[in-house]
T-cell receptor, first 113, second 115 residues
Framework: NAGVTQTPKFQVLKTGQSMTLQCAQD?????MSWYRQDPGMGLRLIHY???????DQGEVPNGYNVSRSTTEDFPLRLLSAAPSQTSVYFC????????????FGQGTRLTVV | AQKITQTQPGMFVQEKEAVTLDCTYD???????LFWYKQPSSGEMIFLIY??????QNATEGRYSLNFQKARKSANLVISASQLGDSAMYFC????????????FGTGTRLKVLA
């Protein structure tokens, strides 16, 4: 059972570079989301999607883009990396049913230098 | 807007004792779900327990129970008989049960179990 797969696990970027964090799930979940985790700040919602073709902003969307062309994939794009985007990023998915837990990927540790 | 507050950045508990991790929330929705997740030092997120806003009884899962006080908007996690393996970061989360179904998380509590 693959569940939610994030790639890469680690990444170092230079300021100004762009990159895409990949997230794929094989559970046919309609809801997917991206979070960033910073010390003392918990998990903050960046973007989320309730189905293919539908995305919306979370608490901290600036500097990030998303798209959802398929149910399975929800990539997160950093347009021009900044040191403030150094963080651990988590992708999560869930059925659109309130009592269902979120299933998380293993996380991506991103460092912007 | 929805908000989760965890006021205990860190806590210590002696092995085999019980510990309560606090969580308060704010929402104008009548229907919502409350969750607790554990994040060990390895980094993965592990689901522990769920409480629905209309559930009349407090949720329990093994050594975990959720002390749900709807009027006070609190959803505290109680871990009984703490074990060394319980040392981890714990996150409280809330989910809308209609509309966007998005989850929001608190800032977490780091629990250290002492031998």
């Amino acid at each position: 059972n693959a569940g939610v797969t994030q790639t890469p696990k680690f990444q170092v970027l230079k300021t100004g570079q762009s990159m895409t964090l990949q997230c794929a799930q094989d559970m046919n979940h309609e809801y997917m989301s991206w979070y960033r985790q910073d010390p003392g700040m918990g998990l903050r919602l960046i973007h989320y999607s309730v189905g293919a073709g539908i995305t919306d902003q979370g608490e901290v969307p600036n500097g990030y883009n998303v798209s959802r062309s398929t149910t399975e994939d929800f990539p997160l794009r950093l347009l021009s990396a900044a040191p403030s985007q150094t963080s651990v990023y988590f992708c999560a998915s869930s059925p659109p049913i309130g009592r269902h837990q979120a299933f998380f990927g293993q996380g991506t540790r991103l460092t912007v230098v | 807007a929805q908000k989760i507050t965890q006021t205990q950045p860190g806590m210590f508990v002696q092995e085999k004792e019980a510990v309560t991790l606090d969580c308060t929330y704010d929402t104008s929705d009548q229907s919502y779900g409350l969750f607790w997740y554990k994040q060990p030092s390895s980094g993965e997120m592990i689901f522990l327990i769920y409480q629905g806003s209309y559930d009349e009884q407090n949720a329990t899962e093994g050594r975990y129970s959720l002390n749900f006080q709807k009027a006070r908007k609190s959803a505290n996690l109680v871990i009984s008989a703490s074990q060394l393996g319980d040392s981890a970061m714990y996150f409280c989360a809330m989910r809308e049960t209609s509309g966007t179904y998005k989850y929001i998380f608190g800032t977490g509590t780091r629990l250290k179990v002492l031998a």
